[in-house]
Structures are given as C-alpha cells and as structure tokens.
C-alpha cells in the first residue's frame, strides 16, 4: 500500500487547545502544509524554517509548529522575528498573531517591520475580539458589536471604528504582498492556502514584507454555536473586510 | 600594547565588538547616541548588523530574537529607555537568555534631564521587569574597567544564560580617557554550546533538541520548577560572580561606600584627607548584583573603623544594600545629590569631617 495522504510533519503531535468552531486550528494546518510542501518541492531545506507565537489564544503555538520556535511578550513578534532574521538571514521566518497582539499592543512593531521591509511572514488573525482573556473589545470589533467591555455594542463616537490592518499596512512602501482571506468554505481555504504559500515563496525569494490576514471565528466569546459563527463572520466581518489581494508587488 | 584616547562610549562600543558582539538594536536617546551611531559605522566593517529599531520596546525584542539564535548581542540605552525596555528584560531572563544591555544612567524621574546620574540603581539590582530575576549587573568606574567587564560579559552571560546589565553613570560614557583595546575574539555559534538555541532544528530530530524560546510556563508546577532553577542559578552568580575594589581600607577609620564615577572622586578626597591625618578608605562594588556583602562586611566591621558614609548621585539606593550588609554594626551617614549633580571632593572631605568632630 502506498500512502497517498499523510499528517503535515510540520505540526506536532500535541493535541490543540483551541475551541470547537474556532479557526486557528485549520489555520495553523494551512501554514504547515504550505512550508511542508515547499521542502518536498526542494524550495525549502528541512529545517530551515522558524516562527514566533504570540500572546493571545495562539500562545501555544510553539507547542504545534514542529520547527525552531519563539514565544513573544504580546505585541512584540514582529520585533522578535526582526531580530532572528537579521542573525539568520537565509532561514525563513513566520509571526503567527492576533487581532489583539498585532492590531492593538503591538501596532508599532507590525507597522515598522512592514516599513523596514522585513523578510518574514506575518499570519494575522482576525476574529474582531479578544478570544483568550474571555471577549473583551478589540481594535477590530465590529460597530454596534457587544463584547464584555462594549457591553452597549461598540460605540464608533466613543471608540472609534475597527482599523483594517491589511488595507492599512498596504499602504507602506516596505510591505510587498497583502491579501485578506476567510476559512469560511472550501473555496476559502484553498484561496488561503495559497495566499499563504504564496507568501513563503516571496520569503525564499528575498522579497519584501508578507502578510495573510485571515478572518477567523470565535464562537465561543461571541456566544454563537460554530455554524451560526460562520453565518456572522460572512454577514458581518467580510463586508466590513473585504476579501482579496491588498497589495502585490510581484504581481506588478 | 599601546594606550589610544577613546570617548568612553566608543570604547564600550568598540570593546562590545571585539568581545564578539554582531548584532546592535538600539534607538537613539542622550547621553549614549555615540554608541548607536558608532556601531551603525563599525557592525559593517566586521560583517555584523546594526539596527535602528523604531522604539527601545522593539529594540530588545530584537535582541531576543537574535540572541535566540545562539548570537552575541548588544543593546544600549539611558534610563527613560531603559525602563521602556524592562518588559522585554524580563522575558529575556525568563527565557534564559544571554545577552548585554547598556544603561548609561541619565537624570530621573520621568524624562529628567540629560546629565549623569545614578538614580537606576535599584532599578537594575531590585528588578525593573515583573517577576523573579536577576541581571548580571556591573557598575564599572572608568572607561578601561568598562573594556576589561565587556571582554568578559557575553562569556558570563553565556555560562549562568542570564543577561547582563553594566549600570554605568553618563560620565563613563561622555568622558574620554586613555584605554588599552584588547585583541578581537573569534566568536561563532557553536549549536553544541548551546543546545537551546535556535539552529536549524527539523522534523525527524530528536524534539528535546527543539528550539523553544520561551518564558511561559503555564501550569503551576512546571513555573515552580522554572523559578527554582532560576534561583540555582543565581545563587550559583552570587557565590562566584562578587567583584570589588578596597582602596586604603587596611587602617581605615572611615569607610566610604560608591560606585560608579563617584567612587573616582572619592578616591581623591580620601587622598586629600590622609594627607591631613585622616584616615579613609573605599569600599567600591564593581558588581552590583551580586552585591559583595561579605567583602564589604570584611572590609568595614573591623574594630577600628569608626563610621561609613556612603555617597551616590541619589538618593540612597545602594544605600539599602550597604545597610542591608552591615546589618547595623557601624554608623552610616548618607551624602547624596539629586538630579545629577555629582559631589566635589571638598563636599565629601566635608562629610568625613563631620563624622569625626562627632556632628
């Protein structure tokens, strides 16, 4: 017998933490079978692949991706991987953050290592809350969504609108590749593969800053059943974030 | 070997580099900016890398992704942005790491001014970041003991994995003065020495060989077992890592107690006093974490010495470990200056005198 499909090497066999309906778990899959994939095409050399976690419900992915791992203070990864690719700058590198970590505490260190052109991946995803400290309100919570610190649904004269980061880091000279992708269906998550690999090609090729904002759910802190989850993210999250390619320098 | 007139700040610099330093994150702030812009110049020509990071946050999170990788790394910077980089200090000792960070001491609090100070003294022995660690932290004196600590820090730091912190007033840095410059090292990451590092570990490897640069622990048990071999290791620095300078103590009646630059100008007054007939000494820390509290016991609780006066450009900082060592067996005044004026030997002969007329 032959094997015609097997577990991705690049995740441990740790079992995840995560929610049911939660996205995180599909995501980390796609990041792992993207770089799997580029060391059997002979793209990459085993081993030649590292990532920083951050603070947030991903905090334990050094404990999933089965290569040379960081753990960053919240906010900080891209600053990390700044650091370890300038001291390794033939290995590929990959932050994997939140909406909280990138899009709030650590907004400066996602916007320099985009300005400075930084060569590593960033996988940002976008769920519109705090997931692990229990659904508090985030940079990108949604207008009129209740969390438990906009219990009155965020409030846009109070708070401000919720920032698009990948609109938003398109716009820097340094950043090369932007595109914004959901695991909403099939379609969606071949798109966000792709997206991905997509990315860590422009990374062996020495190309400028990438960055695969996902939208994700979070059913749990948004107290909807996992399926009702995926009807808000695409009644909600995807007209507000829309969809597609923000920028491509290599597509240029 | 020949004597070169180096700015103190170059020479720190110069010395990070021949001691195997390649990697610099930093951002400019005063008194210390030569050191970053040294770097920018010189991290080109021995092929290493000098960054400007966007703000001290990211700087030492930069340090710990490349020290992470098993690297010789610098930061530096003065106090303002010393304490901006504490979060990451902390996560850099949690994660065991080695590496060296520069504080050229500034006046405080807040943005102070930008003259010398001494005022981050507990900030560095006391903690600084959240949780239970220490740095290695060397106040040294003179640009010389500056370069000779240098050439040895990232070996120290590598041995017990903690960082190092030099705790060094603005003078150090601003002042030029002759130095000996030591010969290059020849630093390569070696992943045998340092097993923990990240080098390249690949699926099929044995996964304890795992790069996992980490500071979270989070189950009760297995942060127990992390903090106690945190503290073994300090333990370890404090009983083999003490430094210090007695300077005229053997007959000393009085002791003076500093650190820093203005152990210097003590050094003069108590010349100055034994010429008058007075007899002084100078018990001087030049690791300040570990504090010598035994040599400076030694030192101080002999019979003839009648009283300690500690001097600082504080208000007291070191003070507490002077008091906290001599556990009440001698009298001890205080003489300090805020801000960052430094005292002249005359205010210091001053103090000694006063002591001995009993006022």
Excluded at chain 2, 24 to 33: A, D, S
Aim: aromatic residues 10%; glycine residues 10%.
């Amino acid at each position: 017998m032959s094997v015609v499909f097997e577990r991705t090497k690049l995740l441990t066999d740790k079992q995840f933490h995560y929610c049911p309906g939660c996205n995180h778990g599909i995501i980390h899959r796609l990041v792992a079978e993207s770089i799997d994939e580029l060391v059997q095409e002979g793209k990459l050399e085993a081993g030649n692949v590292m990532g920083v976690a951050p603070v947030g419900c991903s905090v334990f992915a050094y404990d999933y991706f089965n290569c040379d791992m960081y753990e960053a203070a919240h906010g900080r990864a891209p600053a990390v991987a700044t650091g370890a690719k300038r001291a390794r700058p033939n290995t590929i590198f990959f932050t994997y953050q939140g909406d909280c970590d990138l899009a709030s505490i650590g907004t400066a260190e996602i916007v320099h290592a985009a300005h400075r052109g930084e060569k590593f991946v960033t996988i940002f995803v976008n769920n519109a809350i705090y997931g692990m400290t229990g659904g508090q309100m985030a940079p990108t919570t949604l207008v009129g969504q209740k969390t438990t610190t906009s219990p009155y649904g965020r409030d846009e004269a109070w708070c401000g609108a919720p920032i698009r980061i990948a609109e938003m880091l398109s716009t820097i000279p340094g950043s090369y590749y932007i595109e914004r992708c959901a695991c909403n269906n099939n379609a969606n998550i071949i798109k966000t593969k792709k997206a991905i690999k997509k990315a860590f090609q422009y990374q062996l090729e020495g190309k400028g800053f990438c960055l695969i904002e996902v939208l994700s759910t979070c059913p749990t802190n948004w107290g909807l059943s996992p399926v009702e989850a995926m009807t808000w993210l695409e009644e909600n999250m995807i007209p507000y974030y829309p969809l597609g390619v923000k920028k491509d320098k290599g597509a240029e | 070997m020949a004597l070169t007139l180096m700015k103190g700040s170059e020479a720190i610099a110069e010395a990070a580099i021949r001691a195997g330093a390649r990697f610099f994150f930093g951002y400019p702030i005063t008194p210390q900016t030569e050191i970053p812009e040294y770097m920018s110049a010189r991290m080109p020509e021995v092929g290493g890398c000098f960054l400007q990071a966007e703000s001290e946050v990211a700087a030492i999170n930069m340090v710990y992704g490349a020290a992470g990788t098993g690297a010789r790394v610098i930061t530096s910077s003065s106090s303002p942005g010393v304490s901006l980089k504490q979060e990451g200090i902390s996560y850099c000792a949690g994660a065991q790491l080695p590496c060296v960070i520069l504080n050229v001491m500034r006046g405080g609090p807040g943005l102070g001014n930008i003259q010398a100070s001494q005022g981050d003294y507990m900030q560095g022995v006391k903690g600084g970041g959240n949780g239970d660690y220490h740095l290695l932290t060397y106040a040294p004196s003179s640009v010389q003991e500056a370069i000779d600590i240098m050439m040895f820090a990232f070996e120290k730091a590598e041995k017990y994995r903690m960082p190092v912190l030099f705790l060094a007033d603005g003078i150090i840095a601003q002042m030029m003065e002759p130095v000996e410059m030591p010969e290059m090292v020849d630093y390569k990451v070696d992943p045998e020495k340092k097993p923990w590092a990240c080098t390249g570990w690949k699926p099929g490897d044995d996964p304890a060989k795992r790069g996992v640069i980490n500071s979270i622990y989070i189950d009760t048990e297995s942060l127990s077992i992390h903090n106690e071999h945190l503290q073994a290791i300090y333990a370890e620095a404090r009983a083999n890592e003490q430094m210090w300078e007695n300077y005229k103590t053997e007959d000393a009646e009085y002791i003076i107690t500093a650190f820093g630059t203005v152990a210097r100008i003590a050094k003069t007054a108590i010349d100055e006093l034994r010429e008058q007939g007075v007899k002084v000494g100078l018990f001087r820390p030049i690791s300040v974490w570990p504090y010598p509290y035994d040599a400076m016991r030694e030192t101080i609780c002999r019979e003839q010495v009648k009283g300690v006066l500690d001097v600082e450009v504080n208000e007291g900082q070191m003070l507490e470990d002077v008091k906290l060592g001599l556990e009440g067996a001698k009298p001890i005044r205080f003489f300090g200056h805020y801000g960052s004026e430094f005292p002249t030997t005359d205010e210091i002969k001053n103090e000694i005198l006063k002591m001995k007329e009993g006022k």
